[in-house]
């Protein structure tokens, strides 16, 4: 069963703050990505990565950096967050290069900007 | 621009009734169209999923009908349980440089007992 482990699980900061999320996956897949989910959006693309080293842009980066240091970490950084980042972020990995193009997802970390 | 659209938004159906949810996409280099599900406090998991070279994909109770010119996918569910109370998310990416998994704003399913 794939793994994908996200940290932390809440949590909470204020206007402005800097915030990291990270996100760890044990399957060796290439593909890393990071979405964000909100009631009447479902599920959107922040940025992705093929691997170490890469990342792309998704659909709604404004905001977010991310940096993908091994194959197996990818991190989100929020370096000046707002009340619109508050949101439930989603991890998750594959590997479509080598046939599995099913999505894992990590259990989600939630994020609440004051 | 949206490139998956899902409808209906919710849907309410009775126990052994048949869900059917609807979902269409612009990009026609789509190649690959999972459908998830997510029950409440969970991540999403995949339930099923189809490429363009099938028009019906089978699992079960779950069946994915696709019309690659209408650009248009379904996914029924027969025999509706309560355990399939969820939120159902379709989804589409391409291959190679167009790899990029997109998804829809979900259909949010309750089934009553």
């Known amino acids: 069963e794939a793994a994908v482990t996200q940290s932390p699980r809440n949590k909470v900061t204020v206007t402005g703050g800097n915030v990291t999320l990270s996100c760890r996956q044990t399957?060796?897949?290439?593909?890393m990505y990071w979405y964000r989910q909100d009631t009447g959006h479902g599920l959107r693309l922040i940025h992705y990565?093929?691997?170490?080293?890469?990342?792309q842009i998704g659909d709604v980066p404004d905001g977010y950096k991310a940096t993908r240091t091994t194959q197996e970490d990818f991190f989100l950084l929020l370096e000046l967050a707002s009340p619109s980042q508050t949101s439930l972020y989603f991890c998750a990995s594959s590997d479509p290069g080598g046939g599995a193009e099913t999505l894992y997802f990590g259990s989600g970390t939630r994020l609440t900007v004051l | 621009q949206q490139q998956v659209r899902q409808s209906p938004q919710s849907l309410t159906v009775w126990e052994g009734e048949t869900a059917i949810l609807n979902c269409s996409y612009e990009d026609s280099t789509f190649d690959y169209f999972p459908w998830y599900w997510q029950f409440p406090r969970e991540s999403p998991a995949l339930l099923i999923a189809i490429r363009p070279v099938s028009n019906k994909k089978e699992d079960g109770r779950f069946t994915i009908f696709f019309n690659k010119r209408e650009k248009k996918l379904s996914l029924h569910i027969t025999d509706s349980q309560p355990g399939d109370s969820a939120t159902y998310f379709c989804?589409?990416?391409?291959?190679?440089?167009?790899?990029?998994?997109?998804f829809g704003k979900g259909t949010s399913l309750v089934v009553h007992p």
């Open positions: 989804a589409a990416s391409g291959s190679g440089g167009n790899y990029k998994p997109t």
């Open positions: 990565s093929y691997g170490a080293g890469n990342l």
């Open positions: 399957n060796s897949h290439n593909y």
